[in-house]
């Protein structure tokens, strides 16, 4: 059974940071493509950062530059460094590990940027 448990979530201060991880169980985090979902109240689900398998890495017009998605294969951990927040980048934080075109979803982390 896979499971996937984000954590690193809080409120932070414009221009801050903070690092998202995402623990997994019942997958070798290595051998899928791994996402990072987000999604503010009122709007759509956003693709925020992807890591191939290859460790190929990919980003949203709107994080690129200020966050970068890795993996710990050996904790068989998923992060994502998150630089100059913006309130515009409060939102629920969810890891997803891919199958196919659809995936495995942890419960998500509540990340708020608020002076």
Do not use: H
Request: glycine share 12%.
């Amino acid at each position: 059974q896979v499971q996937l448990v984000e954590s690193g979530g809080g409120l932070v201060q414009p221009g801050g940071s903070l690092r998202l991880s995402c623990a997994g169980s019942g997958s070798i985090f290595s051998m899928y493509n791994m996402r990072w979902y987000r999604q503010a109240p009122g709007k759509q689900r956003e693709l925020v950062a992807s890591i191939e398998s290859s460790g190929i890495t990919r980003y949203s017009d709107s994080v690129k530059g200020r966050f970068t998605i890795s993996r710990d294969d050996i904790k068989n951990t998923l992060y994502l460094q998150m630089n100059s927040l913006k309130p515009e980048d409060t939102a629920v934080y969810y890891c997803v590990r891919m199958q196919g075109s659809s995936g495995y979803w942890g419960p998500g982390t509540q990340v708020t940027i608020s002076s």
